[in-house]
Protein backbone atom coordinates (compact mmCIF):
# COMPACT_ATOMS: atom_id res chain seq x y z
CA UNK A 1 0.00 0.00 0.00
CA UNK A 2 3.09 2.44 0.66
CA UNK A 3 4.14 1.24 -2.30
CA UNK A 4 1.34 2.59 -3.91
CA UNK A 5 0.81 5.93 -2.30
CA UNK A 6 4.24 6.78 -3.32
CA UNK A 7 4.14 6.03 -6.80
CA UNK A 8 0.65 7.95 -6.79
CA UNK A 9 1.77 11.37 -5.11
CA UNK A 10 4.96 11.42 -7.62
CA UNK A 11 2.55 10.89 -10.66
CA UNK A 12 0.46 13.79 -9.11
CA UNK A 13 3.67 15.86 -8.88
CA UNK A 14 4.83 15.02 -11.94
CA UNK A 15 2.11 16.09 -14.36
CA UNK A 16 1.34 19.00 -12.24
CA UNK A 17 5.13 20.11 -13.17
CA UNK A 18 4.15 19.85 -16.71
CA UNK A 19 0.94 21.01 -16.88
CA UNK A 20 1.81 24.15 -16.19
CA UNK A 21 3.53 26.59 -19.16
CA UNK A 22 5.64 29.17 -18.77
CA UNK A 23 4.73 32.47 -20.93
CA UNK A 24 7.06 33.36 -23.60
CA UNK A 25 7.79 36.95 -24.22
CA UNK A 26 7.53 38.57 -27.24
CA UNK A 27 11.37 40.46 -26.67
CA UNK A 28 13.18 41.52 -24.27
CA UNK A 29 10.94 42.98 -20.94
CA UNK A 30 12.35 46.24 -19.78
CA UNK A 31 10.67 48.32 -17.47
CA UNK A 32 8.77 50.49 -20.54
CA UNK A 33 7.28 47.32 -21.15
CA UNK A 34 6.09 46.08 -17.75
CA UNK A 35 4.95 49.48 -16.85
CA UNK A 36 2.67 49.14 -20.41
CA UNK A 37 0.86 46.08 -19.00
CA UNK A 38 -2.45 46.95 -17.75
CA UNK A 39 -2.49 45.15 -14.09
CA UNK A 40 -6.16 44.27 -12.05
CA UNK A 41 -7.04 44.14 -8.88
CA UNK A 42 -8.04 40.30 -7.93
CA UNK A 43 -10.15 39.73 -4.59
CA UNK A 44 -8.66 36.62 -2.19
CA UNK A 45 -11.54 34.81 0.07
CA UNK A 46 -11.73 36.38 3.16
CA UNK A 47 -10.25 35.06 6.66
CA UNK A 48 -13.12 34.11 8.90
CA UNK A 49 -12.01 34.19 12.64
CA UNK A 50 -13.35 33.96 16.20
CA UNK A 51 -14.94 37.66 15.62
CA UNK A 52 -18.22 37.80 14.52
CA UNK A 53 -21.84 39.22 14.38
CA UNK A 54 -21.10 43.57 14.40
CA UNK A 55 -17.78 43.58 15.40
CA UNK A 56 -16.64 41.84 12.06
CA UNK A 57 -18.85 43.69 10.05
CA UNK A 58 -17.88 46.75 11.35
CA UNK A 59 -14.30 46.10 10.94
CA UNK A 60 -14.96 44.78 7.00
CA UNK A 61 -17.27 48.14 5.91
CA UNK A 62 -13.87 50.36 7.22
CA UNK A 63 -11.67 47.89 5.17
CA UNK A 64 -13.88 48.33 2.08
CA UNK A 65 -13.89 52.10 2.03
CA UNK A 66 -10.23 51.96 2.13
CA UNK A 67 -10.08 49.49 -0.68
CA UNK A 68 -12.81 51.87 -2.27
CA UNK A 69 -10.40 55.11 -1.77
CA UNK A 70 -7.04 53.02 -2.98
CA UNK A 71 -8.98 51.88 -6.39
CA UNK A 72 -9.87 55.43 -6.91
CA UNK A 73 -5.97 56.76 -6.72
CA UNK A 74 -5.12 53.59 -9.01
CA UNK A 75 -7.80 51.87 -10.68
CA UNK A 76 -5.49 49.81 -13.17
CA UNK A 77 -2.43 49.23 -11.53
CA UNK A 78 0.35 49.41 -13.89
CA UNK A 79 2.73 46.31 -14.73
CA UNK A 80 0.81 44.52 -11.49
CA UNK A 81 -1.98 42.49 -10.63
CA UNK A 82 -2.90 43.34 -6.78
CA UNK A 83 -4.42 41.22 -4.61
CA UNK A 84 -6.68 41.94 -1.47
CA UNK A 85 -8.53 40.65 1.11
CA UNK A 86 -9.99 41.64 4.19
CA UNK A 87 -8.63 39.99 7.44
CA UNK A 88 -9.06 40.12 11.40
CA UNK A 89 -7.25 38.43 14.33
CA UNK A 90 -3.64 38.12 15.39
CA UNK A 91 -0.98 38.92 13.09
CA UNK A 92 2.60 38.20 13.78
CA UNK A 93 4.19 40.21 11.55
CA UNK A 94 7.43 41.52 11.82
CA UNK A 95 7.77 39.18 14.86
CA UNK A 96 10.57 37.37 13.65
CA UNK A 97 12.62 40.30 13.91
CA UNK A 98 15.53 40.11 15.77
CA UNK A 99 17.31 43.92 15.83
CA UNK A 100 16.58 46.78 17.16
Known sequence: MKKQITIFLLLIIHTSAW???DPLPKGDCTDALVMK???KWLKQKDNNTAFAGTVQQEA???LEQ???AIMKMAP???GVDVRWKRSI???YFGTTRKYF
Open 37 to 39: TIG
Open 19 to 21: GQK
Open 89 to 91: GVS
Open 60 to 62: YVR
Open 66 to 68: LHQ
Open 76 to 78: EPA
